[in-house]
């Protein structure tokens, strides 16, 4: 056995490894290594995903020929003063990247410090250093990456297409843009411009606010709350959009710690407490928070790429996260109304049992499939059908009709739907509240289910098909995954570079919102990654689905239609709840009532 030690190159391609993960990784340092400089103004420019070339110029300090070679070793940092890792004020310190990136690519540097005369570059090849040679260049620096990976042909192969390459690095630019409104973006794919913020001056909140709205959209700007709080040296600002201003996953939810861009569950965890009484769970509001805390209560050194960070306490920043959210939504006016009273809350129950373990259906009760002549598609479609006769609004409390025997149904007769979200029906011995959105959206799931393992999802083709414009990134997703939505009943292709063309429809979800579901639906694979089969997400999915379709919440429906709805639930299995784990309805025994009334 011979153990030897590894060459410089082979060491800086396994760093490599772990700091340059794909294109978006080298942007990421390249711009970060700008801000430290001092840059105002910094410019990417990209082409093909940036797997051919990234160049990163800015107008910052520069470095001297003689700077230039030390910063290409390994382990080369001005920023890192003494030798103090928790007191870091800089994005860089591990004098990785420029190494790095000279290992796995063809690299030239180009920098001029504003009072030198003139320019000097410097080339790394495969982690081999060139001679450094004048240049012409005004102050500041350039980094070019040509061929990243060239020489580590594995991790090549892993980058995906030039579309998804340039999506990350936009993402990984946006945020040090909402970081830093002082300093003026542009990207350039080669083809053209794809972000160009200009530096925001005036007031720093207006500013910061300002560069917010430009990233995340100006209806952010419009509906944000201010966030402002404080607690044993942790210092929380930034801005929360209003409940209604919703999205179907979380990823507009932006953390900054220090002025760092990091990706944190605690985040996430925090949002969704503050959050809760106001928003479904499935929907995920949009905030941007930042933090300011001692360098010495954060350790930002956990990750190579700097994306996680530690706290010192975890358990301060959560809770300051979520008491200022809280305090901020409830200054808002936007508290959960509760329109039952506390007594009754306490007497209405979600039924716990299993309709089959209650009395009332015959003693040998068993889920049994859904027979197709009562199918749920059959229902569903009928639902959709325009009712014979305009309802008049005083019809809500109409009572109806109760059809024969009805009532020895485990959910009863339908007599009423009020709020044309709620049917109300009549048992033996108490009142059922269905709530008729969710519901549906458990037959639809457990349908769907069934038709996948048997025979697939029947579709409907639209008469005319619709067009729903997405942006670029949404529009490669969910093409990407055609041939499985297809088998959910959803056909739909691409239709340009950013919108798509549905065609066929799940036959059971009858007449649709075709341009919320795929938008939604877009939205959706994004949050769950290239890692799952939408058959594994069905539940999701079909959520999604059921939510846009026929029997949602504020559509009216007819006595007949509301029966039909409680029996289809009867021989649906897993029907008491929908797919969020709400209760589909609740019950009030007589008893209860009664109880209430202070009869009992
Ligand atoms: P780190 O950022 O962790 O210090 P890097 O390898 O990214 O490590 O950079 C090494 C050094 O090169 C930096 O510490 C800095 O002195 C210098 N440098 C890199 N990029 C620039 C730039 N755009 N402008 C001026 N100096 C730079
Ligand atoms: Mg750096």
């Not at 009867?570 to 008893?591: D, F, I």
Request: glycine share 8%; hydrophobic share 40%.
């Amino acid at each position: 056995m011979t153990i030897r030690r590894l060459p410089e190159t082979v060491i800086n391609r396994i760093a490599a490894g772990e700091v340059v993960e794909r294109p978006a990784s080298a942007v990421k340092e390249l711009v970060e290594n700008s801000l430290d400089a001092g840059a105002s103004h910094i410019e990417v420019a990209l082409r093909d995903g940036g797997k051919s070339l990234i160049a990163v110029t800015d107008d910052g300090s520069g470095m001297t020929a003689d700077d230039m070679s030390v910063a290409i070793e390994r382990h080369a940092t001005s920023k890192l003063t003494g030798d103090d890792l928790f007191d870091i004020h800089t994005m860089g310190f591990r004098g990785e990247a420029l190494p790095s990136l000279g290992a796995v690519s063809r690299m030239t540097i180009t920098s001029r410090p504003p009072d030198a005369e003139s320019a000097w570059a410097t080339q790394v090849e495969g982690g081999r250093v060139g001679e450094p040679a004048p240049a012409a260049h005004p102050p500041g620096t350039r980094v070019e990456i040509r061929d990243l990976f060239y020489a580590t042909p594995a991790r090549l192969k892993f980058l995906k297409s030039d579309r998804a390459e340039t999506s990350q690095i936009l993402d990984v630019v946006k945020r040090l843009a909402m970081a830093r409104p002082d300093v003026a973006y542009s990207v350039h794919d080669g083809a053209r411009e794809r972000l160009r913020v200009s530096p925001a001056n005036g007031d720093f909140l207006d500013s910061r606010l300002d560069r917010l709205g430009a990233i995340m959209g100006r209806e952010f700007a419009e509906n944000a709350l201010r966030i402002e709080a404080e607690r044993d040296g942790v210092r929380l600002d930034g801005y929360a959009g209003v409940p209604t201003l919703n999205r179907a996953n979380a990823m507009q939810q932006f953390l900054f710690v220090n002025d760092r861009p990091v990706r944190d569950k605690l985040l996430f965890g925090a949002v969704r407490a503050a959050y809760m009484d106001f928003l479904a769970r499935n929907r995920h509001p949009m905030v941007a928070l930042f933090l300011e805390v001692d360098p010495r209560l954060v350790d930002i050194n956990v990750h190579p790429a700097k994306a996680e960070v530690r706290f010192r306490d975890a358990g301060t920043v959560r809770g300051l996260i979520i008491g200022a959210l809280k305090h901020a939504l409830a200054e808002a006016g936007h508290r959960a109304s509760t329109t039952v009273s506390a007594a009754a809350l306490g007497a209405v129950r979600p039924v716990q049992q299993p309709l089959s373990a209650r009395g009332g259906y015959g003693g040998g009760y068993q889920y049994r499939p859904v027979t197709p002549s009562r199918g749920l598609s059959e229902a569903a479609v009928a639902f959709q059908a325009p009712l014979d006769a305009p309802i008049a609004p005083s019809a809500m409390s109409d009572v109806a009709p109760v059809p024969q025997g009805v009532e020895e149904f485990p959910l009863g007769a339908a007599r009423a739907q009020v709020h044309e979200t709620y049917i109300v029906s009549q048992t033996d011995d108490g009142i059922v509240i269905v709530d008729q959105h969710a519901a549906h959206e458990r037959l639809v799931y457990e349908s769907m289910k069934r038709s996948l393992s048997e025979t697939g999802v029947s579709r409907q083709a639209l008469l005319i098909p619709e067009v729903v414009e997405l942006g670029e990134a949404e529009t490669a997703r969910i093409t990407a995954r055609a041939e499985e939505l297809a088998e959910l009943g959803l056909v739909l292709e691409a239709f340009g570079e950013d919108a798509v063309l549905v065609r066929e429809v799940p036959a059971l979800l009858g007449q649709i919102d075709a341009k919320g579901l795929v938008r939604d639906l877009a939205d959706e694979l994004a949050a769950f990654g290239d890692a799952y089969s939408l058959k594994e997400k069905l539940e999701e999915v079909c959520g999604t689905m059921a939510c846009h379709g026929s029997v949602r919440a504020g559509r009216r429906l007819n006595a007949e239609e509301m029966n039909a709805l409680l029996r289809e639930m009867e021989a649906t299995p897993h029907s008491g709840q929908c797919n969020h784990g709400r209760p589909t309805y609740v019950e009030l025994k007589l008893a209860d009532i009664e109880r209430l009334f202070g009869r009992r």
